[in-house]
C-alpha cells in the first residue's frame, strides 16, 4: 500500500481538479491517498473525496510519494524532508504566464535532482525534455493507472 499526497494551491471548479478528485478517489481504494492545500481558503470540491485533504503544514512529515502541481508548491515539496519522493505533475505550462519567477527560479525546479517530472501529454513531455530533463511519464488527465504506473 502506497502513501500518495497531492499538493494543490487550492481547489477550483475546473476539469482539472475534477480529475484530480476523480484519480485520488480511485487511488484511495488501494492506497493512502492525501491532498494537502496551501492556500487556508474555504474551498469547494467538484465531487465527493474518499481521502483526507489536510492543511500545508502537514505535507512536512509526509512520508509517501508526494506529487506537487505548480512551481510554487513544488518549492514546498523540494523543502519536504520527509517524502519518500518527489513529484512535479505537469497540467499546463504555467512558467510561460508566471511573472513572479525568473528562468534562474524555474530552472533550478525542473532540474532539481530530487524532482521527477510527470507530464500530462507527449507534446509537453518532448518539450520538458528539450528545455529542461527527460520526464519519467505521461499521465493524461490524472488518469489513476497511468500514474500508479509512474510513481513504482
Known sequence: ???IGVIVNSLQEDVNSYNMVNCLNELSKTNRCYLFLLENTKNKLVTHANFSILQAESLFSFKGHLISTSLFNSQCCLNSLCAFKKYLYLNKLEWMYLQSFN???????????EINIISKSS????ILTKLFKPTIGTVYNWNPDELLKVIE
Open 123 to 126: 507534446s509537453y513531455s518532448d
Open 103 to 113: 528562468n534562474e527560479q524555474v530552472s533550478n525546479i525542473f532540474l532539481h535532482e
Open 1 to 3: 500500500m502506497k502513501e
